[in-house]
């Protein structure tokens, strides 16, 4: 079985979003729902400190369906987004030893 390819999410609250965070934390969960309904689905996620709120590691069938998950998440208005393709290290490998 094929392993879709995996995408690095950095997100970072605007003001409404940290506003709705802070009233309404599960909505954290309910987005990671709404992700899977557009085909993706959300393998881990992490809460940071510093210049982003939040990682989250997605899987998703190609680029075209990841490009319109993080337009749908930055056009609601509570965060700017920066994905990232991100490949298993030991896929990186093989791929360094393959000629």
């Known amino acids: 079985m094929l392993q879709m390819p995996y995408y690095l999410m950095l997100s970072k609250l ?3 979003g940290r506003d709705r965070v802070k009233h309404d934390p599960d909505r954290i ?3 990671n729902l709404e992700i899977e309904d ?3 689905s959300v393998v881990s996620q ?3 400190l510093g210049r982003y709120d939040f990682a989250t590691l997605i899987e998703a069938p ?3 369906h990841m490009s319109r998950l993080a337009i749908d998440l930055g056009a609601r208005g ?3 987004t920066e994905t990232l393709p ?4 030991e896929l990186f490998i093989d791929a360094m030893k393959a000629e």
């Open 38 to 40: 557009q085909g993706c």
């Open 78 to 80: 509570t965060i700017e």
């Open 46 to 48: 992490y809460a940071l």
């Open 62 to 64: 190609d680029n075209a």
């Open 86 to 89: 991100a490949e298993p290290t």
């Open 29 to 31: 969960t309910q987005v």
């Open 14 to 16: 605007t003001e409404r």
